[in-house]
């Protein structure tokens, strides 16, 4: 890896942010604060809230075993994507490279901070490897996107692609773990450590049922995290939210609750929409929603948005031509999903 200093843009680097009321003073005995130009009437809503969410994080850091300076909390990991660009990516100069398919949020950041997008095909099992996107790389390469599991596949990527990567990629490896609570295998905050170019992004939006209070976690070194919490917005995430986190990290034995029926959900589902007259194949997945080739994806989603249900269409998605992702729901969903695709029949659909 390159020195941090050397990835980071030089003006993020000698950036010197923005100092809040709430960061010069945050110590807990004072009662009478008339620094930030407050409201004194409706409370709680009238203070602004921790900037750096220091009772919310020490809770993160014990469900994930991580430091609290390990984490960064934003608007969604969208907010962490696009930070990640405006940090080390020069405009018109750096670039990234990126499997494909995956996220498209990732292209989407690029092209709001004018930084090329580099996509590398994935294979036949939607599996990359890491000597192809080290060769779609440069030096002006700062950041490789890898999501795991990937979406709009839902498979995990090769573990060891992962670990070649990082330990022969000059730049940093983001790895996208939004669906890890339904995979088989540990996530990389285990190994978080021992990676100073790697950051993990999870989010409050899928296992956890938040994606309503808009909540995104990414875990690096305090080095490379400090430089996030220097170009976030002061006050990037709002009292109700944390506080929402807060509520929802002690009660986390639900998430688990949730996690464990929607994995018997998944398969059950997948085993009897195998066996619909319109599915073809069924790609392997370890996330809440699996990828379908089917005989007409166009023609089955409109089908289904007239019964009500909607899924999404990814045939326009490289690889994924005729291809459905379906969310699992609950049982009377999927069963509504079921019966909706057994009376189907694509002659009387034209
Ligand atoms: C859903 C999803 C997210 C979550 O984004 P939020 O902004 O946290 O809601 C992140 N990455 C991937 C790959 C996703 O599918």
């Known amino acids: 890896m390159k020195s941090l200093q050397e990835l980071t843009r030089p003006n993020i680097w000698n950036l010197k942010p923005y100092s809040s009321a709430r960061d010069e003073y945050s110590g807990a005995e004072a009662s009478v604060f008339l ?5 004194p009437y409706n409370h709680p809503n009238n203070r602004y809230p921790d900037p750096l969410q220091h009772e919310l994080k020490s809770i993160i850091a014990s469900v994930k075993k991580v430091r609290t300076e390990e984490i960064f909390l934003g608007n969604g ?40 997008y580099r996509k590398v095909l994935l294979d036949k099992d939607f599996q990359f490897k890491a000597a192809d996107l080290l060769a779609a790389s440069d030096e002006h390469t700062k950041l490789i996107f890898l999501c795991s599991p990937n979406n709009p596949t839902g498979n995990t990527l090769n573990r060891k692609e992962i670990y070649s990567l990082l330990s022969d990629f000059q730049g940093i490896v983001v790895l996208d773990e939004a669906y890890i609570d339904f995979a088989n295998q540990p996530s990389f905050l285990e190994e978080l450590s021992e990676h100073p170019n790697l950051i993990v992004l999870h989010t409050f939006s899928k ?28 006050y990037n995430v709002n009292r109700l939210t944390q506080h929402e986190a807060i509520l929802m990290s002690q009660k986390h034995y639900e998430v688990q609750r949730w996690v464990k029926s929607l994995l018997e959900e998944r398969k059950r589902l997948i085993d009897e929409f195998s066996a619909l007259d319109c599915c073809l194949h069924i790609y392997p997945t370890e996330a809440n929603f699996f990828l379908a080739k089917v005989t007409d994806a ?7 948005v007239q019964q009500g249900i909607i899924v999404r269409n990814r045939t326009h998605i490289a690889l994924c031509h005729n291809c459905l992702r379906i969310t699992i729901g609950t049982r009377p969903e999927n069963d509504a999903l079921l019966e909706a695709l057994k009376q189907f029949h694509p002659s009387q659909a034209l």
């Open 35 to 39: 620094d930030a130009n407050e409201n």
């Open 77 to 116: 990991s969208d907010e962490a994507i696009d930070l990640v660009f405006r940090a080390f990516c020069r405009p018109g100069v750096d670039n990234v490279v990126a499997i494909d398919p995956t996220y498209g949020m990732y292209q989407v950041c690029a092209d709001v901070n004018d930084v090329e």
């Open 207 to 234: 296992a956890w049922g938040c994606a309503a209070i808009r909540l995104g976690m990414a875990f690096a070194s305090p080095q490379i995290i400090q430089i996030l919490n220097k170009i976030k917005y002061p």
């Open 298 to 304: 166009k023609q089955i989603y409109e089908y289904l």
